[in-house]
């Protein structure tokens, strides 16, 4: 069994997060850590120019709400919000914070995704951990 999982969350209907994290109660260890994750895209410099900072500090803060309210879907889980493209960040934070297994969600793809999300296609082709995909 694993010993430090990340879970990565999305916040939309497409997304079980549930799921997710049942899966990662599953595949614990007695003793598993568990990372409970949302990376936000990069908006573009010349984009947010123009969005009043308290819009964009009031986005951020809602985010960071959500993602502790639903962090405590699952026991012990710590809350991490982080920035960057999402599947090269979660294959980083999985390399540089020791985790051992990789559960997420994937949205039910199109054709041009073949079989998997695109975030969940590199972080299944990228990641040095296992690599769980709910879907």
Known sequence: MYKHILVPVVFD???DTQASFLAARALADKDAKFTVIHVVEAIPA?????????????????IAKSLTQSAK??????PTLVSGHAGRT??????????????????????SDIFLGS?????????KCAVHVIR
């Open 13 to 15: 209907e497409t997304h």
């Open 46 to 62: 010349y984009f947010t120019a123009e969005i009043p900072d308290d819009v964009l500090k009031n986005t951020h803060d809602g």
């Open 73 to 78: 879907g699952l026991p012990g889980a710590v």
């Open 90 to 111: 979660l294959v980083d934070y999985a390399n540089d914070n020791d985790v051992d297994c990789i559960v997420m969600a994937s949205h039910r793809p199109g054709f």
């Open 119 to 127: 975030t969940a296609a590199r972080v299944v082709r990228h990641a």
